[in-house]
Every structure is written in structure tokens, then in C-alpha cells.
Nanobody, 128 residues
Framework: QVQLEESGGGSVQAGGSLRLSCAASTGFIDGNCMAWFRQVPGKVHQGVARIYAPTDSTNYADSVQSRFTISRGNDRRTLYLQMNSLRPEDTAMYYC?????????????????????RGQGTQVTVSS
């Protein structure tokens, strides 16, 4: 079973930046639709950034558009989330995820219950 491990979370003031990283225990991230989800206690998991590996097409939630950038290593070993201009409402547990899908459209439709591979999460806290 592939295990994903996130790193790079922490505490930052509003307006600051963080870069999250994700690596697979087996060396390669399995799946062609990779995404970062986040969760605030008591709320559902929200997909904030997705990348479809066959075309490197990306998609972002409206709330993070133009502030966050998802990218992956060409060696399929790592996934990143560059987060700039952070806001207090970005405070959440962030999860690295991956799943196999048949199209970019299906990648956009993936929800938390659809995810095959996920990490334990890394906490991001943004103070005002």
C-alpha cells in the first residue's frame, strides 16, 4: 500500500508563504490525478488544487486561485503546493492525495471519498 507523507506545514502570519511537499513511501506517487485537500474541524474536506498528470492540467478552488500553485516532480516522486498571500481562512489540515481516473474531467470531479492514496496531513496555521 502506497503511503503519502506531507511536510512543510507550520505557522505563518497573514500575507506569508509556505511550500508543502508530498512524497510516497514506495518512491513513486501512484495515480494520475493528484490533489491537495484541506479540512477545518467540523467541515468537509475541500479540494483546493488538482493536477492531472497526463497533460499537467491544473485546477484550483476559487478561494485559492492566483495564490496557490500545484506542481509535481517530473520523476513522479513528489507533489508540491506553493501557497502565497496566505490568509487566516487558509488555516486547515492539508492532505496530499492521489487517485487513478480516466480523464481530466473526472479528475476535477474527485471528492474525498474517491481518493485512493492519502497522507496523514500537515497543519497550516495563518494568524492575522
Amino acid at each position: 500500500q502506497v503511503q503519502l507523507e506531507e511536510s512543510g506545514g507550520g505557522s505563518v502570519q497573514a500575507g506569508g508563504s509556505l511550500r508543502l511537499s508530498c512524497a510516497a513511501s514506495t518512491g513513486f506517487i501512484d495515480g494520475n490525478c493528484m490533489a491537495w485537500f484541506r479540512q477545518v474541524p467540523g467541515k468537509v474536506h475541500q479540494g483546493v488544487a488538482r493536477i492531472y498528470a497526463p497533460t499537467d492540467s491544473t485546477n484550483y478552488a476559487d478561494s485559492v486561485q492566483s495564490r496557490f500553485t500545484i506542481s509535481r516532480g517530473n520523476d513522479r516522486r513528489t507533489l508540491y503546493l506553493q501557497m502565497n498571500s496566505l490568509r487566516p481562512e487558509d488555516t486547515a489540515m492539508y492532505y496530499c492525495t492521489s487517485v487513478w481516473v480516466t480523464s481530466y474531467a473526472n479528475c476535477l470531479r474527485t471528492r474525498w471519498p474517491d481518493i485512493t492514496y492519502r497522507g496523514q496531513g500537515t497543519q497550516v496555521t495563518v494568524s492575522s
